[in-house]
């Protein structure tokens, strides 16, 4: 998955923010002020290139969403983070220790949830 620099994490929280729905260059760009329409169709196309957002022709201008949500795009960041370790477990645990109570019973209320799904397959 690629990282973003600055001015398109600008413009995926854009996107994110209205997930689900499809926005125009020019309604992006007026979200950025100080940045040119073409700099945000530029950082547009890239980010249409790595796979992040969904470009549709509409009758004369082209419409963008983003392909999955913000909470998506951060899940395959920490699975990525995972990958690039040997021991999974050590980093899990890692992980597990520095996460607040209120996380930790986030994290197992969903591990519970999915329990029964995982035994189906």
């Known amino acids: ?18 997930f689900g729905t499809e926005l125009s260059g020019r309604e992006v760009a007026a979200q950025l002020p100080g940045h040119a329409y073409t700099t945000v169709l530029t950082v547009l ?45 050590a980093a899990l645990v890692r992980f597990a220790e520095t996460v607040t109570g209120d996380e930790a019973r986030v994290l197992l209320d969903a591990l519970d949830r999915s329990k029964p799904a995982k035994r189906s397959r």
């Open 1 to 18: 998955m690629a990282r973003l620099g600055e001015l398109e994490r600008q413009v995926m929280e854009i996107l994110w923010g209205g």
């Open 45 to 89: 196309g890239r980010l249409e290139r790595k796979g992040l957002v969904l470009r549709e022709r509409r009758r004369t201008s082209h419409r963008y969403s983003a392909v999955a949500s913000r909470e998506a795009f951060v899940a395959e960041l920490m699975h990525e983070a995972l990958d690039a370790t040997p021991d999974r477990d």
